[in-house]
């Protein structure tokens, strides 16, 4: 039972436009969402988060989406640079008994910025 | 300053046998959690180590064990290794409930 989906395995996207990455959760107990991006042979780097309390988190060219009720978010990179292609994973948590937490993965979307 | 580093990054083993990776967190992250990521697939949560103690399990056989350290570093131990535990070992320490940092990860081949 995959509780967090993303349900494009790629994407292609012409250097300077906007790219879109899309994440959708099934847990409504989750208040916590990460991105993390990630190159062959190196572990996930932290890209961006979101607390469920917000709907929008902006960090440069890096801004994130939240909507509960559609329990839907969204990665926008603007614009979009060569070096963004990468693989992208959306990532949940709750806060569960004992105040700690664990990461709940997305399978990942490929983007690759085509100059 | 060293990020969360791992060792070793690649490792070969045969099916029955038994592995130890580990795991030395970024300077002054307290909690280790270790992942798997086997190929196409998102990282899976193995368990969490906190003052030297599991503090959260995922859904994983007790074949996967582990252990931290008082410098606070961690041991992921698979015993009776079996074909499907082939994948990418990843590490993530922590100080507080959000701020994770991944190492590189270890990659294990069971043959």
């Known amino acids: 039972d995959q509780q967090v989906k993303q349900n494009s395995p790629s994407l292609s996207v012409q250097e300077g436009r906007i790219s879109i990455l899309n994440c959708d959760y099934t847990?409504?107990?989750?208040?916590?969402f990460l991105w993390y991006k990630k190159y062959p042979a190196e572990g996930p780097t932290f890209l961006i988060s979101?607390?469920?309390i917000k709907d929008k988190n902006e960090d440069g060219r890096f801004t994130v989406f939240l909507n509960k009720s559609a329990k839907h978010l969204s990665l926008h990179i603007v614009p979009s640079q060569p070096g963004d292609s990468a693989v992208y994973f959306c990532?949940?948590?709750?806060?569960?008994?004992?105040?700690?937490?664990?990461?709940?993965w997305g399978l990942g979307t490929s983007l690759a910025v085509n100059p | 300053d060293a990020g969360v580093t791992q060792s070793p990054t690649h490792l070969i083993k045969t099916r029955g046998q038994q592995v130890t990776l580990r795991c030395s967190p970024k300077?002054?992250?307290?909690?280790v959690s270790w992942y798997q990521q086997a190929l196409g697939q998102g990282p899976q949560f193995i368990f969490q180590?906190?003052?030297?103690?599991?503090?959260q399990r995922g859904n994983f056989p007790d074949r996967f064990s582990g252990h931290q350290f008082p410098n606070y570093s961690s041991e992921l131990n698979v015993n009776a290794l079996l074909l499907g535990d082939s994948a990418l070992y990843l590490c993530?320490?922590?100080?507080?409930?959000?701020?994770?940092?991944f190492g590189s990860g270890t990659r294990l081949t069971v043959v």
């Open positions: 847990n409504s107990m989750f208040d916590y």
């Open positions: 990532a949940a948590s709750t806060t569960n008994a004992g105040n700690n937490r664990k990461l709940i």
């Open positions: 993530a320490s922590s100080l507080d409930r959000y701020g994770y940092t």
């Open positions: 979101i607390s469920s």
């Open positions: 300077s002054g992250h307290d909690t």
């Open positions: 180590y906190y003052e030297e103690e599991e503090r």
